[in-house]
């Protein structure tokens, strides 16, 4: 084989170990160390982390970059399943970052500090959460704009955040079942299931009871607003509840901290991006330039629907409104609306350049 050949050949294996190698690795579970994260209130997390995994190639003009946001109380593992070719976002089309919100047992949280654990762990907002990721991106990541941000629940919220906060950084916003603000509603669920919380926390002195009781309490009032009535009244006997809710409580117990459950609840309770701009809706509207993709459903107990569509009609942003009674569940009604609708309004213009090939970029670099 002549030298020119063979070089060429090997040149091409390389290539494609390294892509494979990438491929490998990058939906490994990765940590951003980001020192002191100062917070909205001045206090400061100290040894600061934030979780994320990242999936896809980042193509060479670095055009893009998706940001997929979690849940309350999910981490990074639970996004994965809305993640990949034929999933929310394509991860052969998009560089995916999936993150993980302080509080949430992963990144710095309440049960994870070292220096600041349990309730010496300083209160954060919707905010300090996006600041992170916006660290996360410009200081670990060297991604300078996103094509995207995408967000269900609690990360719809921080996907509202990012419209208003940092809206020259992304061309796209897309909060689903999610809110600028929380209307009246809202607010008297997650602090009712605030106060339990505390209350199970101080009456019982033992910490294992006390675990067990907070999070017992939370798992009701938690599971009574996911779906609607209705829902709730076709998937269960009466006769079952006691049974459904033990089993509900134990998953909590084994799954969540009542002190992380807690921060994040904090951390919605306050959540409001209206403040720096006067609290006014119309020139929050205005400065956030990015397209919108408002996706609600209709009967959302959990998060209701007035302030997205409220924020959607003063930007001008399409909408995507489910119908049915899954409530906050939405997925579980749409038929692949919410997917189809998503991916659509993901898609790179005709004249956008595409993604390189099988190239793969490091975005730490």
């Not at 670990?140 to 704009?145: A, G, K, P, S």
């Not at 134990?250 to 799954?255: E, G, I, Q, R």
């Not at 003063?314 to 038929?335: K, S, V, W, Y």
Request: charge should be neutral; include cysteine; charged fraction near 20%.
């Amino acid at each position: 084989m002549p030298a020119v050949h063979f070089m060429r050949k090997l040149a091409s294996i390389v290539l494609l170990a390294l892509g494979f190698l990438g491929a490998l690795n990058a939906q490994t579970l990765q940590f951003a160390d980001l020192g002191d994260c100062v917070l909205e209130n001045r206090s400061v997390i100290k040894n600061c982390q934030i979780e994320y995994r990242t999936f896809g190639s980042l193509n060479a003009d670095r055009s893009n970059a998706v940001l997929f946001t979690s849940w309350f109380s999910g981490n990074t593992e639970g996004l994965k399943g809305h993640i990949g070719p034929g999933a929310l976002i394509d991860s052969a089309e998009h560089f995916v970052i999936a993150v993980g919100a302080f509080g949430n047992g992963v990144s710095s949280s309440p049960s994870t500090s070292r220096s600041q654990p349990g309730d010496a762990f300083p209160e954060f907002t919707i905010g300090d959460m996006v600041k992170a990721q916006y660290r996360l991106l410009t200081e670990v990541l060297h991604i300078r704009r996103l094509r995207a941000v995408v967000g269900i629940s609690m990360g719809g919220m921080q996907a509202f955040q990012w419209a208003a906060a940092y809206p020259r950084f992304v061309d796209r916003v897309v909060p689903i079942a999610g809110s600028p603000k929380l209307g009246a509603y809202d607010a008297l669920l997650w602090q009712s299931e605030l106060n339990a919380i505390e209350r199970a926390l101080a009456t019982h002195p033992d910490s294992r009871r006390a675990r067990a009781m907070a999070m017992s309490a939370a798992a009701e009032l938690h599971e009574l607003a996911l779906r609607t009535p209705a829902a709730f009244n076709v998937a269960n006997k009466a006769e079952n509840v006691d049974a459904l809710i033990r089993t509900k409580s134990a998953d909590l117990v084994l799954s969540m901290d009542p002190l992380d459950w807690a921060s994040q609840l904090r951390a919605m309770l306050s959540h409001d991006i209206y403040p720096p701009f006067g609290g006014s809706l119309q020139r929050a509207a205005q400065v956030a330039t990015g397209k919108l993709l408002v996706v609600v459903s209709s009967q959302d107990h959990m998060v209701t629907p007035g302030p997205a569509l409220a924020f959607a009609q003063a930007a001008n942003a399409e909408t995507l409104i489910i119908e049915g009674d899954c409530g906050h569940l939405l997925f579980e009604c749409d038929n692949g609306k919410v997917m189809a609708k998503v991916r659509e309004f993901l898609a790179p213009e005709p004249t956008s350049p595409q993604p390189a090939g099988n190239r793969v970029v490091d975005p730490r670099k």
